[in-house]
């Protein structure tokens, strides 16, 4: 184990004496990510009680899940309202975003702290605002409501991460474009969207996903027929532990999992180093 | 087919009282500049002198806050960039990474619905002006600094604009290459007949390219002319500085209506004032002395007379103790203390002279006297500056 | 001359009205944008403002504020609060620090694919990870067969439903938000410098203390401040792993209105958890200089 006595770092400080770091490291990694795959096997049991590991493997759960129109309803109002919120809040956040990025004027910062505001604002009391608006308005129990609400919370994160995109971006390329006779709006979607569209294309999985795992305001807007996933699951965790929720959860980590390592191979194709 | 369809299609461009503020500060004050059809004009200043800014609003990119633009009669300060049918070269190339060579270039093409075969024959014709033949499918990545350099200005060039702009587009490149762009540059203006507009902050690089200069600070031009006349005739102490090298060294008023340098008459005020161009002057005046033009005199002359290389010379004669030699290869300086009469302070000179055997650097050991000259000629008097 | 002064000026009203043309198209773009924030945030925050400060008799009063100080329960739910958020973000420093200083020190192409581990958990339903924290967790749960398996312990230990629960689900769940600024700050310190510090014989862990810890404490303070900040309104984990047994201020808040439908007193105790949030992120701002922190990273 030669490698162990070569240096570690820049302080020349070995490996051997580094193990502790890397037993350390390692146990928390696998404390980060045990938990979200422990519903995995579990989803599998054919047991009341969620035991593991389990002693009978079968897809019980799966066919509850699948079978129950409650279930299936809230999966279906969920996945509208996220691919809606995802549509709504892409452009307006790339929009904003890129206003606030080239304008120089004073007011552009105040713009942007304003937009970003949701995501710090308790989100408590944007769902009992929302709430409370909404049922004078008219939007509670609505579609409409809770993508207006969803757009709002996932918006922010839209604007960071193609603020960051913009900022590795050299705009001189949209003005040479538009000397070269592209008007503005050509000398975006010709020159700058293209290079930005995988920023595009992560910030909207994470409007996606903002949107499909949020809870408190999905508790407080949403009800009736317009019930999302997440406020079933909610009600169902707090109340007595179903093991549907196991074949559920089994499904959302799956979604996040694919999501995030389409984001990570778009990435990496960005940055071939 | 040629590319030179330079008389056609170049511009003259009048600039007047063009301002922009930011602030309290000007980056442009009320400048007024005449650019002529087809001329290689260098806006040349240290950084945030406003050079780039006036570049950019002749470009559309930055909107000042009055004045006027004109590209032969047109006034062109209410157009945006698109409208203005300006080549422009940017300091980071700007390339667009996601086509290649060839679609870089056809971009300005497309934009002006040209048929797809022209299209390919102006690229191909671009490319070869600026010797890329070949490379058109290439991607922008696979090209070394100075290729991308090249694909910017054939991208600013294929579509025949009328004004060309660059905005130190040599910058990022190395000494070697910079230096070859330059001549390069200089070879393809002539071609193109287009009227340019250079941006740099390289003295060097504006007198090795440009007809003429602009010479900008504060947001101010200071002097307009030809690379000569700028180094030969700095307006102001300024000028004398940042082009080439140069001592300032103060001069008092003597007797009547001469000039003198310790207890030398450098020269009249009169001659200073018409060299000036006639501009009253109540700061006092300095000498502009330049490393290369100062002579190093024979030692020893036993004669009272001055010597050069064992002829008489008649030109002024400062003496001093060299500070300190430095050998350059092609060349070599001599800081010299001067032997000042009239302010003691003393006065440190750089001398410059070639390399060659007779020059006999051994000799010039430091701490040792020594006799520098100046011709009459080369005797440049500007105003003081007020400070 | 008057000529030269009028001809100086030229097109300088034509240049400012398209300048504020310009402006506001730029504003019309992230107009859309603020029309959303505004409904959704501003109207309905404002609107819980103006109920808080509102008596029952439908008058400007202070009552929905005075009993706050009145009762002793709101004093244990602040109490409450600031104990959750502020253990949670000591233990996320203390889990978090060694795991970024070990992701920073390993090469780009590793270090991003351990960093996988921290970003799933970060694009995973936070309902679901409690969902597996409360399984893990409970009597009959992974955990305490596990421990009782092994003899760390001979009966079922409460873990969940209880203060110990909520700490462990919310530090998961926090955890990433500490661990992607510190990493960023982590990464930007300059290897020279501890190179340098060790050639002039810097031990190792004076090397560490003295260099490179300071020059993490950028990251390490906005990232502690995101978690802090998150905490405060935290809802859902502890709901559900503290059994109602770990009443926050977010708890509280959906208590009152599910049970009294006070919506003054509801609004009231929102406003000072917004306000005690605000003051918390400008506090920091100025004691750390965090804009650069906060708004700069990626």
């Not at chain 1, 937009?115 to 004078?136: N, Q, R």
């Not at chain 2, 504060?218 to 300024?238: R, S, W």
């Not at chain 3, 792993?241 to 007193?265: F, P």
Request: hydrophobic share 50%; with cysteine.
């Amino acid at each position: 184990m030669s490698w162990l006595n070569k240096a570690a770092s820049d302080t020349q400080i070995t490996h051997r004496s580094r193990l502790w770091l890397y037993c350390l490291a390692t146990v928390i990694m696998l404390l980060l990510v045990i938990p979200t795959f422990i519903v995995i096997p579990m989803s599998f049991s054919d047991s009341q009680y969620l035991e593991f590991p389990p002693k009978v493997w079968s897809l019980r759960w799966y066919e509850e899940y699948i079978g129950s129109a409650k279930w299936m309803r809230a999966t279906a109002t969920s996945l509208k309202i996220a691919v809606l919120t995802m549509l709504v809040a892409t452009p307006l956040g790339t929009m904003a975003a890129y206003a606030l990025f080239v304008s120089g004027h004073r007011a552009a910062r105040a713009v942007f702290v304003l937009l970003i505001t949701p995501m710090i604002v308790p989100v408590i009391l944007i769902a009992i605002g929302t709430f409370y608006a909404f049922g004078k308005m008219g939007l509670n129990n609505s579609i409409t409501g809770l993508v207006l609400a969803h757009t709002a919370l996932a918006t922010p994160l839209v604007m960071i991460v193609i603020t960051a995109a913009l900022r590795s971006y050299d705009l001189d390329q949209e003005r040479v474009a538009r000397s070269l006779g592209a008007t503005r709006l050509q000398a975006f979607f010709v020159i700058t969207l293209p290079q930005i569209k995988f920023s595009v294309i992560t910030s909207a999985l994470l409007a996606f996903l903002t949107s499909f795992d949020e809870v408190i305001v999905s508790i407080f807007v949403s009800g009736g027929k317009t019930a999302t996933l997440t406020k079933h699951m909610f009600s169902a965790l707090r109340d007595y532990i179903d093991p549907t929720i196991a074949a559920i959860s089994t499904i959302m980590v799956l979604i996040s999992t694919i999501l995030l390592l389409v984001t990570q191979r778009i990435g990496s194709r960005k940055k071939p180093d | 087919m040629s590319l030179d369809h330079s008389s056609d299609s170049a511009l003259p461009i009048k600039i007047s009282g063009l301002t922009k503020k930011y602030g309290d500060m000007y980056a442009l004050d009320a400048v007024d500049l005449d650019i002529k059809s087809g001329e290689f004009l260098t806006l040349l200043g240290p950084s945030g002198s406003g050079k780039t800014t006036l570049l950019m609003a002749i470009a559309g990119f930055n909107r000042p806050d009055a004045g006027s633009i004109r590209f032969a009669d047109q006034e062109m300060i209410l157009y945006p960039p698109h409208r203005r049918e300006v080549g422009m070269v940017f300091q980071s190339y700007a390339l667009f990474p996601h086509m290649t060579v060839a679609e870089n270039i056809a971009f300005p093409l497309k934009l002006r619905k040209v048929s797809v075969e022209e299209c390919a024959l102006r690229v191909e014709e671009a490319l070869q002006t600026v010797q890329l033949d070949g490379l058109g499918a290439r991607n922008i990545d696979q090209l070394s600094g100075g290729q991308r350099q090249r694909v910017a200005l054939a991208r600013a060039f294929v579509f025949r604009p009328r004004i060309l702009l660059m905005d130190e587009p040599l910058s990022a490149l190395d000494k070697k290459l910079r230096e070859r762009m330059q001549i390069e540059l200089k070879q393809l203006h002539r071609q193109l007949g287009v009227t340019t507009v250079y941006v740099t902050h390289d003295q060097r690089e504006a007198l090795t390219m440009s007809d003429r200069i602009a010479v900008i600070n504060h947001g101010k031009l200071v002097q307009v002319d030809t690379p000569e006349a700028i180094y030969n005739a700095p307006a102001n102490a300024f000028v004398a500085d940042f082009i080439g090298e140069s001592t300032l060294l103060p001069l008092s008023l003597g007797g009547g209506d001469q000039l003198y340098f310790g207890d030398q008459s450098i020269a009249t005020v009169q001659a200073a004032v018409s060299a000036q161009g006639g501009t009253e002057n109540n700061q006092g005046w300095s000498l502009v002395v330049r490393p290369e033009r100062l002579l190093v005199l024979d030692k020893n002359s036993s004669s009272s007379q001055p010597l050069i290389n064992g002829f008489a010379f008649d030109g002024i004669v400062f003496g001093g103790t060299i500070r300190e030699s430095v050998f350059q290869g092609e060349s070599a300086f001599l800081i010299v203390a001067l032997a000042s009469g009239a302010d003691s302070s003393g006065v440190d000179v750089a001398v410059r002279f070639s390399t060659g055997k007779a020059a006999n650097i051994e000799s010039l050991a430091n701490g040792q006297q020594i006799e520098l000259g100046l011709h009459r000629e080369d005797v440049i008097v500007i105003p003081q500056e007020a400070d | 001359m008057a000529a030269s002064a009028g001809s100086r000026l030229k097109h300088a009203d034509a240049l400012k009205r398209q300048n504020r043309l310009e402006q506001w198209t730029l504003l019309g773009l992230a107009a859309p944008a603020l029309v959303v924030i505004v409904l959704v945030v501003l109207i309905p925050v404002g609107w819980l403002f103006y109920l808080s400060f509102l008596g029952g008799d439908g008058q400007f009063s202070l009552e929905n504020y005075q009993k706050m100080l009145k009762y002793k329960s709101y004093a244990r739910t602040f109490m409450t609060t600031f104990q959750v958020s502020i253990l949670t973000t000591l233990i996320c420093i203390l889990i978090g620090y060694p795991l970024a200083y070990f992701l920073a020190q390993l090469p780009n192409r590793i270090a991003g694919l351990f960093m996988l581990t921290v970003l799933l958990p970060f694009w995973t339903s936070l309902l679901v990870r409690t969902y597996a924290w409360l399984v893990l967790l409970q009597r009959k749960g992974i955990l305490n067969d596990f421990a009782i398996q092994i003899g760390l312990w001979d009966s079922p230990v409460k873990l969940v439903h209880n203060m110990t629960g909520t700490l462990i689900g919310m530090a998961h769940i926090m955890l990433p938000f500490l661990v992607l600024p510190l990493y960023n700050a982590m990464k930007k310190i300059d290897r020279d410098l501890m190179q340098a510090a060790s050639n002039l014989g810097a031990t190792p862990t004076r090397a560490f203390w003295q260099i490179y810890f300071p020059l993490s404490m950028p990251g390490m303070v906005a990232g502690s401040l995101i978690v802090f900040v998150l905490c405060l309104g935290f809802y859902v984990t502890p709901a559900v792993l503290g059994g109602g047994r770990v009443i926050m201020v977010a708890t509280q808040i959906t208590a009152i209105l599910e049970n009294q439908y006070d919506w003054g007193a509801a609004s009231a105790l929102g406003v000072v958890l917004l306000v005690a949030t605000i003051l918390v992120l400008i506090l920091a701002s100025r004691l750390f200089k965090l804009d650069s922190a906060l708004f700069g990273k990626g």
